[in-house]
């Protein structure tokens, strides 16, 4: 091969994309976006909402209705001495949200309480009144069996669990296993996408270029597997390019958000009663992530760019063999497939990264880029299985260029109609 006949496409393909406005529109509108979904989870977790809710009571036990408003003085008012249809008439007047009435029957024998309201407030005000309600009367329960405050606390005493991981080095560290099972999926996820997509890319360029009729003055000095890999490597460094803007961008906005919310945190504190620590378990949980290893940024470029280069192949392939980006839905199938079942399967190895389904379809070199990423970064793999997993890859993406280079070939300059499995397979053979 001419490595400067293979630049020279790379570098035609590379420029000719990033500067479409398909290209900056995206690599825009991404930061953006997640500009937006910071700013959108910041305000909710940080703000307070302005509207009230008021629950008249009617305590007819004389013994739960003060609990309650001690409980929430905001909330909860004592309409003991008031008449119902009095409080039916503020409810529909709208001076209060709705009112309850607590029986003796209530208390002994565990009779549900009815909330009578206007039915504002949602599933957040029915939640909150029936867990306040549930409170108070358990309290008075506890209290008339004589039950003393030292048992009560023995078993209102929550046992937690902190968790820990050992490593293999014998190092016991944090265990931030929810926060990476968010990774994991995410950065398969990414993977997924970033096929289609740069797959994508390639298979319309090839199509547009047969179209145009440019592909046959480009084949006259251009060797067809030059042509191939230099496509290949063009959008690949377009697509290293894209998500380097968007790494940056992302790392900058999460290092603005901090403060930011931060700031808007120690607004809010008063509303918390100075209890800090309430305060800050408000706060979203990226603004206090936990490190991200070196080995794991590896490991997703290296399975990013080997999943890229394994399917991108055969999407030059099929827009060799199509004429038309209509043509090539009933070739794409057995390319997209294998991408969909391995996205299936990732549902499955975010919550289980160890069975035996998770460990097999993760070396399986289809699977592999959004398979072995997600459970790299959730549980310890073995380095065997994943230089299985890589080795395996390397060998199947020197089989589908084989394979897509033959396809290309003849394919780049075959027009008026789109080629079948039959006739790719005549290719093949050629």
């Known amino acids: 091969m001419n490595w400067r006949q293979i630049f020279l496409v790379l570098q035609r393909e590379y420029i000719t994309r990033v500067k479409s406005k398909g290209f900056i529109w995206a690599t825009i509108l ?10 959108i989870v910041v305000f909710i977790s940080v703000w307070e909402s302005d509207v009230s809710f008021e629950i008249g009571i009617v305590d007819e036990t004389s013994q739960v209705a003060e609990s309650l408003v001690e409980l929430n003085a905001a909330r909860y008012i004592n309409y003991s001495e008031l008449p119902v249809d009095s409080l039916r008439a503020m409810v529909q007047l709208e001076q209060i949200t709705g009112y309850i009435i607590i029986t003796e029957d209530n208390i002994t024998e565990n009779r549900s309480l009815e909330l009578i309201y206007s039915g504002s407030g949602g599933i957040q005000l029915l939640t909150s009144v029936q867990s306040d309600v549930r409170e108070v009367i358990r309290e008075e329960r506890l209290r008339r069996a004589e039950v003393s405050p030292e048992i009560q606390a023995i078993f209102d005493t ?26 994991g999926m995410l950065m398969g996820i990414i993977i997924f996408v970033a096929i289609f997509s740069y797959g994508g890319y390639i298979t319309r360029g090839v199509i547009e270029e047969k179209t145009n009729r440019i592909i046959e003055v480009i084949a006259s000095s251009v060797k067809p597997i030059e042509l191939l890999t230099g496509k290949m490597a063009g959008v690949g460094a377009l697509a290293i390019t894209q998500f380097g803007i968007w790494i940056i961008a992302f790392l900058g906005l999460s290092s603005i958000a901090g403060p930011v919310a931060m700031s808007l945190m120690d607004q809010q504190t008063q509303q918390f009663d100075g209890d800090l620590a309430a305060a800050q378990a408000e706060l979203p949980f990226f603004l206090d992530m936990p490190t991200i290893e070196t080995s794991l940024i590896i490991f997703f470029i290296i399975f990013f760019l080997l999943g890229y280069l394994l399917y991108s192949s055969l999407f030059a392939a099929i827009g060799s063999a199509a004429d038309s980006d209509t043509d090539t839905q009933q070739l794409m199938l ?23 389904l998770s460990v097999v379809s993760s070396m399986i070199p289809f699977f592999s880029p959004i398979l072995m990423i997600t459970r790299i970064a959730i549980t310890e793999v073995p380095l065997w299985q994943i230089s299985v997993a890589i080795l395996l890859m390397l060998i199947t993406f020197a089989g589908t260029m084989w394979l897509s280079a033959k396809i290309y070939k003849v394919g780049i300059l075959s027009y008026g109609s789109t080629a079948g499995f039959k006739d790719l397979l005549k290719w093949v053979k050629q």
């Open 30 to 39: 991404v930061p953006v976006g997640f500009a937006a979904f910071i700013g």
């Open 158 to 183: 929550r046992i937690g669990l902190d968790s820990r991981r050992l490593t293999r080095e014998g190092i016991d560290v944090d265990d931030d296993t929810l926060f990476f099972s968010v990774v």
């Open 334 to 356: 057995p390319i997209t497939a294998p991408i969909m079942i391995a996205y299936f399967i990732m549902l499955h190895t975010w919550r289980s990264p160890d069975s035996v």
